[in-house]
Nanobody
Framework: VQLVDSGGGLAQPVGSLRLSCAAS????????MHWYRRTPGKDRELVAS???????NYADSVKDRFTISRDNAKNTAYLQMNSLKPEDTAVYYCNANIRVLIGSSGFDYSYWGQGTQVTVSS
């Protein structure tokens, strides 16, 4: 199973970006999906989460500005980022809790995307 992040780039303050996180492979199912971000000198921050049923949770710093969603048919999660601020500048990483099916058994793993840079600057 592979997880690929995309969609980062340069945005102006109060602008928008949409990140995507696509899982590919065979014989797997995805449970919760998350977006994290990391800025030099700061701890990794959990930005948003979404369960397989669509329940969501957000960090206070992005609530009402960011929206996480998923398309289960495409094994893809999205992070719509609106009203961007310079302090949103970070590398954003997708993380997914994935059950891999091997024979008649399922094994749970945590997968990470490679990260995508988001820079908010005028």
């Amino acid at each position: 199973v592979q997880l690929v992040d995309s969609g980062g780039g340069l945005a102006q303050p109060v602008g928008s970006l949409r990140l995507s996180c696509a899982a590919s492979g065979t014989s797997f199912s995805i449970n919760a999906m998350h977006w994290y971000r990391r800025t030099p000198g700061k701890d990794r921050e959990l930005v948003a989460s979404i369960t397989s049923g669509g329940s969501t949770n957000y960090a206070d710093s992005v609530k009402d500005r960011f929206t996480i969603s998923r398309d289960n048919a495409k094994n893809t999660a999205y992070l719509q980022m609106n009203s961007l601020k310079p302090e949103d500048t970070a590398v954003y990483y997708c993380n997914a809790n994935i059950r891999v099916l091997i024979g008649s058994s399922g094994f749970d793993y945590s997968y990470w995307g490679q990260g995508t840079q988001v820079t908010v600057s005028s």
